[in-house]
């Protein structure tokens, strides 16, 4: 394959080809005179980055990977973090026609709301007009909220905080894989008839995590709701306002 036909496969432009080549991602070209053909590694060598990069990983990570392995087991190495990454994977992002959103939303959008949900990329602009989801589950649950009455506005701001809040938890799993049994993996050389027991333990980590989150959460929200009880308290005894006195005089 020409550079050209290479990335019409692999499905980018010639350009990002040839910057992933000058990051040293991509095996030297087969030459013919001053011409460089690809084969089928090139082609498997890009659908792995192009993978990686989905599931969130920085082109720079990937290339430390890649130098960190002699090319004939680079594949091997990025297929490895590959499937270690696919019990992890998120819900495939969505394409459609952007007046399609709405109904799939089950929620009127209006030019401010578009607005709000692409500043927060939430949804992201493609071409011919249409738009991507690229989380479609966090967007169906956002949907839900403003059904039970809560403004999309916040919605985004609440979801930015509790970003926050995840991405720290996250690295503390990690931490504690890498602390625990990579560190061992590592110190004991990399055997190779470990490397299925690694990739389960960060399979079987996903689940473990979440029914952690899912409790502590259980366990934190009665107290919350409490606290919210005792605040408004007062203006539950004493019923509806008065006409002229709005909720925020009633609660007060």
């Known amino acids: 394959m020409t550079i050209d036909v290479l990335a019409r496969r692999a ?39 192009t993978q990686l990069q989905e599931q969130g990983f920085a082109l720079a990570a990937i290339e430390r990977l890649v130098a960190a392995t002699p090319h004939q087991s680079a594949e091997e190495a990025l297929a490895q973090y590959l499937h270690m990454l696919a019990p992890w994977a998120p819900e495939p992002a969505l394409d459609m026609a952007s007046d399609e959103l709405p109904g799939w939303l089950g929620v ?15 949804l992201q602009r493609v071409d011919g007009g249409r738009v991507r989801v690229p989380n479609p589950g966090l967007v169906r649950a956002g949907a839900e909220a403003v059904r039970l009455g809560m403004p999309p506005e916040t919605l985004v701001a609440l979801y930015e905080e509790l970003s926050t809040h995840v991405v720290a938890v996250t690295a503390s799993f990690v931490d504690l894989f ?8 590592v110190q004991e050389g990399l055997p190779h008839e470990r490397q299925q027991q690694v990739r389960d333990v960060v399979g079987a980590l996903q689940p473990v995590a979440a029914q952690a989150l899912l409790a502590t959460f259980r366990q934190a929200m009665p107290t919350a709701i409490s606290g919210f009880l005792e605040e408004v308290s007062d203006a539950l005894e004493q019923g509806p306002p008065a006409d002229g006195a709005g909720p925020a005089d009633s609660a007060r």
């Open 11 to 49: 499905g980018m432009t010639i350009r990002n080809v040839r910057a992933h080549a000058a990051r040293g991602l991509l095996p030297p070209p087969h030459l013919q005179g001053r011409t460089g053909y690809y084969g089928p590694e090139h082609l498997t060598r890009l659908d792995l980055i």
């Open 108 to 122: 009127p959008v209006d030019d401010d709301r578009w607005e709000t949900l692409f500043r927060a990329g939430v």
């Open 178 to 185: 890498r602390r625990t049994v990579w560190s061992d993996f």
